[in-house]
């Protein structure tokens, strides 16, 4: 969620017409600009490549927020892929760093596949863990918070493992 609100916001003041895929309009309209167009939509394949319709650019930027959601990111990514070569759009998937290993390579061959294909051209952004407002992550929420508490920090697993953190804001840039 924090990644769509904040690339929505960001093409609003851009001045860029939008039109955001939601799967509760009403809670979207409490966050989202007024100007944004809203689709509200049911995770299907149909819903979803319908909905990409007349687009330039698709930004598929599906955040699972579970395990079980995970899968459900593939599937949502070649949806999004269908409507760009249906639509000749561009499309922009995102692919989290927090999709288990399978996952990721389904999704990111897909893509690269349908670019290569010529058949409508994808880029796909690839996300260490990223940080910020309204972001939630198991890894750094506690750490963040334990900081700004003036109390010590807990880090799981290894402190000498490399980790690569990005902060949310920079991820829409």
């Given at each position: 969620?924090?990644?769509?609100?904040?690339?929505?916001?960001?093409?609003?003041?851009?001045?860029?017409?939008?039109?955001?895929?939601?799967?509760?309009?009403?809670?979207?309209?409490?966050?989202?600009?007024?100007?944004?167009?809203?689709?509200e939509i049911d995770m299907?394949?149909?819903?979803?490549?319908?909905?990409?319709?007349?687009?330039?650019?698709?930004?598929?930027?599906?955040?699972?927020?579970?395990?079980?959601?995970?899968?459900?990111?593939?599937?949502?990514?070649?949806?999004?892929?269908?409507?760009?070569?249906?639509?000749?759009?561009?499309?922009v998937i995102v692919s989290?760093?927090?999709?288990?290993?399978?996952?990721?390579?389904?999704?990111?061959?897909?893509?690269?596949?349908?670019?290569?294909?010529?058949?409508?051209?994808?880029?796909?952004?690839?996300?260490?863990?990223?940080?910020?407002?309204?972001?939630?992550?198991?890894?750094?929420?506690?750490?963040?918070?334990?900081?700004?508490?003036?109390?010590?920090?807990?880090?799981?697993?290894?402190?000498?493992?490399?980790?690569?953190?990005?902060?949310?804001?920079?991820?829409?840039s």
């Amino acid at each position: 969620m924090p990644l769509g609100v904040l690339l929505t916001r960001r093409l609003v003041s851009e001045g860029k017409a939008v039109r955001a895929l939601v799967l509760n309009a009403e809670r979207a309209r409490s966050i989202l600009p007024e100007s944004v167009s809203m689709m509200e939509i049911d995770m299907t394949r149909a819903s979803i490549q319908d909905a990409c319709g007349g687009a330039s650019v698709i930004y598929d930027l599906y955040e699972p927020q579970s395990l079980k959601q995970q899968a459900v990111a593939v599937e949502t990514a070649s949806a999004v892929l269908v409507g760009g070569i249906q639509n000749r759009s561009k499309v922009v998937i995102v692919s989290h760093l927090f999709l288990t290993e399978n996952d990721n390579k389904a999704l990111e061959s897909e893509a690269m596949t349908t670019h290569r294909s010529k058949m409508t051209k994808v880029v796909v952004a690839r996300l260490p863990q990223v940080y910020g407002p309204e972001v939630k992550n198991a890894l750094l929420d506690n750490v963040f918070e334990e900081v700004l508490n003036g109390s010590k920090a807990h880090w799981m697993g290894s402190l000498d493992a490399s980790r690569s953190l990005l902060f949310m804001e920079d991820a829409v840039s």
